[in-house]
């Protein structure tokens, strides 16, 4: 059974720094891409940044620069280095995990809330 746990989330100040954490269990881990995804009170969920599962990234325009996604294969963990965190930061963050043929993401866990703010 396919398992996905956040842990990280918190409050911080405008400038500050977090990182988020996801333990992976239940399948093959390093043959999935993997996702940090956002959802912002009464925004739709979006797609923050990606791994490969051969640790190609990608990420939005708003975080380039800022966050760093990573992922430790040994250990089943997916990680997000966010620096230089802005309000509009602000929401909950949840991982995914993408399907082999790449055509969507098919698990979640069940979020982190990550709160930037003065």
């Known amino acids: 059974q396919v398992h996905l746990v956040e842990s990280g989330g918190g409050l911080v100040q405008p400038g500050g720094s977090l990182r988020l954490s996801c333990a992976a269990s239940?399948?093959?881990?390093?043959?999935?891409?993997m996702g940090w995804y956002r959802q912002a009170p009464g925004a739709q969920r979006e797609l923050v940044a990606s791994i490969s599962a051969t640790g190609s990234t990608n990420y939005i325009d708003s975080v380039k620069g800022r966050f760093t996604i990573s992922r430790d294969n040994a250990e089943k963990m997916v990680y997000l280095q966010m620096n230089n965190l802005k309000p509009e930061d602000t929401a909950v963050y949840y991982c995914?995990?993408?399907?082999?043929?790449?055509?969507?993401?098919?698990?979640w866990g069940q979020g982190t809330q990550v709160t930037v703010s003065s």
């Open positions: 239940g399948y093959i881990f390093n043959i999935h891409a």
């Open positions: 995914a995990r993408r399907k082999v043929d790449g055509t969507r993401y098919d698990y």
